[in-house]
T-cell receptor
Framework: NAGVTQTPKFQVLKTGQSMTLQCAQD?????MYWYRQDPGMGLRLIYYSASEGTTDKGEVPNGYNVSRLNKREFSLRLESAAPSQTSVYFCASSAPRGRVNEQFFGPGTRLTVL | QKEVEQNSGPLSVPEGAIASLNCTYS??????FFWYRQYSGKSPELIMF????GDKEDGRFTAQLNKASQYVSLLIRDSQPSDSATYLCAVFGGSNYKLTFGKGTLLTVNP
């Protein structure tokens, strides 16, 4: 049971390049999330998927697109990377536990855009 | 705009002391409250959640919630150097059914 996995772990891009960050979970969770974490800014929600087939914008969606490929996988795409997108990206998934929704995080992708 | 506020710290305590971490939130409709621990270079891991007013204890950790004051705290008893990390407060529900994180408090436990 690997939990939430993310690939790649590290990536360096040049301005204007595109890439896709991959996320998969094996906990049979319905909901999945993409966050970015910047120094002094905390975790900010980019996009989320409440269930397979649905996606919604979070707090900072500009410059990103997502695909909920199936129940297990949720990818994040940068079409034209900018230096402002240099960050650590975390994928998470969640499931109800009684009255709360517990979120579990992947190990993160450290992205640098030059 | 839902806000979650934490003192950024750093909070420094000696080994064996009680560390007290605080968090306030703006949305009165918030329903559940989470504390995550994040070691440097690692991902957040859930320590505790609470949704009812009062205290909830789990080992050395106690979460406290006061909805009237819109305040949630985490107490760590008998602090250990391994507790040194950033602690993130997160709030769920209210005007939007998403998890909103505070910016975190850096805790350092000195041997």
């Amino acid at each position: 049971n690997a939990g939430v996995t993310q690939t790649p772990k590290f990536q360096v891009l040049k301005t204007g390049q595109s890439m896709t960050l991959q996320c998969a979970q094996d906990m049979n969770h319905n909901s999945m999330y993409w966050y970015r974490q910047d120094p002094g800014m905390g975790l900010r929600l980019i996009y989320y998927s409440a269930s397979e087939g649905t996606t919604d914008k979070g707090e900072v969606p500009n410059g990103y697109n997502v695909s909920r490929l199936n129940k297990r996988e949720f990818s994040l795409r940068l079409e034209s990377a900018a230096p402002s997108q240099t960050s650590v990206y975390f994928c998470a998934s969640s499931a109800p536990r009684g009255r709360v929704n517990e979120q579990f995080f992947g190990p993160g992708t450290r992205l640098t855009v030059l | 705009q839902k806000e979650v506020e934490q003192n950024s710290g750093p909070l420094s305590v000696p080994e064996g002391a009680i560390a007290s971490l605080n968090c306030t939130y703006s949305d009165r409709g918030s329903q559940s409250f989470f504390w995550y621990r994040q070691y440097s270079g690692k991902s957040p891991e859930l320590i505790m959640f609470i949704y009812s007013n009062g205290d909830k204890e789990d080992g050395r950790f106690t979460a406290q919630l006061n909805k009237a004051s819109q305040y949630v705290s985490l107490l760590i008893r008998d602090s250990q150097p391994s507790d040194s990390a950033t602690y993130l407060c997160a709030v769920f529900g209210g005007s939007n059914y998403k998890l909103t994180f505070g910016k975190g408090t850096l805790l350092t436990v000195n041997p």
